[in-house]
């Protein structure tokens, strides 16, 4: 087991490096980048001042200025849409500032020295280092991703038992067709619905809707952090609850129907064992294999994809948050950072996921298969 750890291990450099770059080439073709999101905000400044020279000082001196501001920036203008009109010593400016006074490959090259050594460098716009900015906003990731992926098992696994159990049963078909509305309906539907409900929208204001804490939070004894901590939780995570739980609770009744019938259990049934000691002691460990090992790939899911709209009707400013706040902006190094991490941790849980599968089935042996 130690050399497929250790190949996993090895194969995760690779694989990292090739996401990385993809996604670096991708990115020098996509228009909108931080240079032209900074030409965006001085541009209108900019014609004003070109407005003003051109009225205020005359009409054959102004126009000879505004012409000749106009064709010292022509070169700038032909790379950068929105430029005409700007000094080309200002964009090449933004240009070094940026770092994009290099060619792509070398700064790629930077990058990834800088990446070695686990600096991500500097927010373009925010002016903070990005790995301070991820650990900042970490805690309202991991808190709706860690209980909502606890209560989504704490729910899917009895009731998928409890279908396998009662297959076609009244119970079966009304729980399928909850099952189907919550598969049907996004989460930030119910999100909004909550709030509408019960945070102040049209009715009562029975939890709060903004932040993970209140105010006076530092103030208040342990006890009642802890409270006031899952009080702002309840309306997020119901709401990604809601939307996450149908296909875990398909996929355990599903295998756990694949090993009601088989041959084992038949055996067992036929030694006089009782139905809950064969559904517990035999079929569980089987059935249950591909549900419990994904747990680590299935909270990653949840922590990173599914929470951007939560966090953003309930206020709450995560990693969700951040990553759709410097993809708009083409705030390079928070994406690139974020990818990095996002990715490293995502291969490394993958290894894990692989390993729980050893854990609740010992039999399964990845060594020797691959060998």
Same mark, same amino acid.
Do not use: C
């Given at each position: ?108 090259? #930077?990058?990834?020295?800088?990446? !070695?050594? %686990?600096?991500? @460098?500097? +927010?373009?716009?925010?002016?903070? /280092?990005?790995?301070? =900015? ?54 930030? #539907?119910?999100?909004?619905?909550? !709030?509408? %409900?019960?945070? @102040?929208? +049209?009715?009562?204001?029975?939890? /709060?809707?903004?932040? =993970? ?159």
């Amino acid at each position: 087991m130690l050399a497929y750890i250790l190949r996993r291990l090895l194969l995760i450099l690779p694989t990292l490096l090739g996401i990385m770059v993809i996604n670096f080439v991708i990115v020098q073709f996509a228009p909108g980048g931080p240079v032209e999101q900074v030409i965006a905000q001085v541009t209108g400044t900019a014609a004003d001042s070109t407005a003003r020279i051109s009225g205020g000082t005359g009409g054959e001196t102004g126009g000879a200025v505004a012409g000749g501001f106009a064709q010292a920036a022509e070169g700038a203008s032909a790379r950068y849409r929105g430029a005409q009109g700007l000094d080309p010593e200002f964009i090449k400016r933004i240009e070094k500032q940026f770092g994009f006074d290099k060619p792509a490959h070398e700064r790629l090259w #930077l990058m990834l020295k800088q990446y !070695v050594q %686990l600096d991500f @460098g500097v +927010s373009y716009f925010k002016d903070r /280092p990005v790995t301070e =900015l991820i650990l900042e906003k970490l805690p309202v990731s991991i808190s709706l991703g860690l209980w909502t992926t606890l209560i989504v098992y704490l729910i899917s696994i009895p009731l998928g038992i409890a279908k396998a159990v009662r297959d076609g049963s009244r119970f079966d078909i009304w729980t399928s067709g909850v099952i189907v509305v919550g598969y049907a309906i996004p989460g930030f #539907l119910f999100a909004v619905l909550l !709030v509408v %409900l019960f945070a @102040g929208g +049209s009715f009562v204001q029975w939890f /709060p809707l903004r932040g =993970l804490t209140s105010d006076n939070w530092a103030q208040l004894s342990l006890m009642g952090k802890l409270l006031d901590y899952f009080w702002h939780l309840v309306l997020p995570v119901v709401a990604m609850v809601i939307g996450g739980f149908a296909g875990l609770v398909m996929l355990t009744k599903n295998s756990f129907m694949e090993e009601i019938n088989k041959l084992y259990v038949l055996t067992a049934r036929a030694k006089g064992l009782s139905e809950r000691r064969v559904l517990y002691g035999h079929i569980f460990r089987n059935a249950m294999l591909i549900v419990i090992a994904g747990f680590p790939g299935a909270f990653i899911g949840i922590l990173f994809t599914s929470s951007l709209l939560i966090e953003v009707i309930f206020s709450l400013d995560g990693l969700g948050l951040l990553g759709f706040e410097a993809a708009l902006k083409r705030d390079y190094p928070i994406m690139f950072g974020s990818l990095f991490i996002f990715t490293l941790l995502g291969l490394i849980v993958n290894l894990v996921s692989d390993l729980m599968y050893v854990m609740v089935d010992p039999r399964i042996d990845f060594e020797s298969r691959d060998a």
